[in-house]
């Protein structure tokens, strides 16, 4: 078994499969630029879909859109594996507190870039879904079964204080500890557009765990909707207009953060 899993270690730090695994972090740039650039369009009267599936829909309608989605369906199964390789293998040396919470975070992004791989298929197979009825199917069905309603009102806590964080993240610009960069100049940038991009995904997420909660709360599961669902109820709001396009803009700079990352960061 030992031997097993020291095989497997070795098989997930392999240099192939990190220069993968930094196409992933790319993909993910390219996905939040998208959905940045369907909120500003949002905001300025259009149509979109403001999330992963929309972004995934404007991918596939670029020239070599079959190519490009399966390349990109590889990143993310690489940087899933590499993320789920850190959760098992990884941060043993830390202390008790600080290796749970680690592991954690590693096994969550890979559940994150799964979930990418999955839509990025799921599209280029042609099996397409509209996202926002998804959304709300799933929080009817949980408010049905035993216990649905507690666990919506966690689900919804739960992202909202994942956008906290990466906001909080952003202010205190703590994402550079896990990059490599090479001059002050290009820290600069990095640091700027890495704080907007934090802070604006933060704010998206945040919306979006409350929208989860209230339409909890007031038993509407219909008003669960997602990050589409969400940005298109706040362009709503009094100076929500401005506000999404600010929204669009933020994830346009982590999005472009992002890719950065694919190049700078310590893996």
């Given at each position: 078994m030992n031997d097993a899993a020291d095989a497997a270690e070795d098989v997930t730090n392999s240099k192939p499969l990190e220069i993968a695994a930094r196409a992933g972090f790319a993909v993910s740039g390219v996905l939040h630029f998208l959905i940045g650039l369907v909120a500003i369009r949002l905001a300025m009267g259009g149509q979109g879909q403001a999330d992963v599936s929309g972004a995934v829909e404007e991918l596939a309608g670029q020239p070599a859109g079959p190519l490009l989605l399966w390349t990109s369906f590889a990143a993310c199964v690489a940087l899933a594996i590499w993320q789920a390789s850190d959760a098992?293998?990884?941060?043993?040396?830390?202390?008790t507190k600080k290796k749970i919470g680690n592991k954690l975070k590693a096994a969550l992004q890979a559940v994150v870039y799964t979930a990418f791989a999955l839509t990025l298929a799921s599209v280029a197979t042609g099996a397409r879904s509209d996202n926002?009825?998804?959304?709300?199917?799933?929080?009817?069905?949980?408010?049905?079964?035993?216990?649905?309603?507690?666990l919506l009102v966690v689900i919804g806590v739960a992202i909202a204080v994942t956008g906290i964080i990466y906001a909080i993240r952003g202010f205190r610009k703590?994402?550079?500890k896990y990059l490599?960069?090479?001059?002050?100049?290009t820290r600069t940038v990095v640091t700027a557009v890495g704080v907007v991009g934090y802070v604006a995904k933060g704010f998206a997420l945040l919306l979006v765990g409350l929208l989860v909660i209230i339409a909890t709360v007031t038993a509407h599961p219909e008003e669960s909707t997602g990050l589409d669902g969400s940005l298109k109820a706040l362009r709503e709001q009094p100076f929500g207009v401005y506000l999404l396009a600010a929204v669009g803009v933020g994830l346009i700079c982590y999005?472009?953060?992002?890719?950065?990352r694919a190049k700078l960061a310590k893996m």
């Open positions: 098992i293998f990884d941060f043993g040396h830390l202390p926002r009825e998804s959304a709300s199917d799933m929080t009817v069905n949980l408010m049905k079964s035993p216990g649905g309603v507690a703590s994402f550079l490599r960069v090479p001059s002050q100049q999005g472009i953060f992002m890719v950065v």
